[in-house]
C-alpha cells in the first residue's frame, strides 16, 4: 500500500500536465472516481483519449479499481 488513492495519484497527474487538454482530460477522470466510478469506467467514457484492453476493463470492474 502506498499511501495514496487512485483518485488522489490522477488528481496529481492533472495537476503536473502542462498542457491543458490533457490537464482537462485527467480532471475529468479524476472526478469520475471521486464520483464512485471504477478506473475502468471513466477511461471508457474517453475512448477515444485511452485505448483500453477489454481484459482489463473486465478485472478492473471484478476488483473495483
Not at 477511461?43 to 477489454?54: A, G, M
Amino acid at each position: 500500500n502506498s499511501g495514496i488513492s487512485l483518485a488522489s495519484a490522477v488528481k496529481i497527474l492533472s495537476e503536473q500536465k502542462k498542457k491543458r487538454k490533457e490537464k482537462n482530460i485527467w480532471k475529468a477522470v479524476y472526478y469520475d472516481l471521486s464520483m464512485g466510478d471504477a478506473l475502468s469506467k471513466a477511461l471508457e467514457k474517453r475512448k477515444k483519449v485511452f485505448v483500453v484492453n477489454r481484459i482489463i476493463l473486465m478485472n478492473t470492474e471484478n476488483y473495483n479499481l
